[in-house]
């Protein structure tokens, strides 16, 4: 069971990146994925959730508009499109998974397997 985050980053403001979250070992099918931030001397960050169990996306309010998560229907992996980037956007990204089958966005899901982040920076 792994997940591992990718295509992180240097962009400037107002730029935009797309994160990958690649699963292996399971199905990313009837489950709820999230994405997660952390900043230095911050703590981690709800970022956004998406459930391909009841279609369910919810998102912070401090990305809402900005991002969107989807996912690679032919595959096993769930992207982050990241729009119009901040300063205060740079941290490092992580993806996580509630494996229970059903698990909604909605529901209050239980993330409990992570994986690796990618590191994203917006600067100029």
């Known amino acids: 069971v792994q997940l591992q985050a990718s295509g992180g980053g240097l962009v400037q403001p107002g730029g935009s990146l797309r994160l990958s979250c690649a699963a292996s070992?399971?199905?990313?099918?009837?489950?709820?994925i999230g994405w997660f931030r952390q900043a230095p001397g911050k703590e981690r960050e709800w970022v956004s959730c998406?459930?391909?169990?009841?279609?369910?996306?919810t998102y912070a309010d401090s990305v809402k508009g900005r991002f969107y998560t989807s996912r690679d229907n032919a595959g096993n992996t769930v992207y982050l499109q990241m729009n119009s980037l901040k300063p205060e956007d740079t941290a490092v990204y992580y993806c996580?998974?509630?494996?229970?089958?059903?698990?909604?966005?909605?529901?209050?899901?239980?993330?409990?397997?992570w994986g690796q982040g990618t590191q994203v920076t917006v600067s100029s």
């Open positions: 070992g399971f199905t990313l099918d009837y489950i709820a």
């Open positions: 998406v459930s391909t169990s009841d279609g369910s996306r």
């Open positions: 996580a998974v509630d494996r229970r089958y059903g698990s909604s966005c909605v529901l209050g899901p239980d993330f409990a397997s």
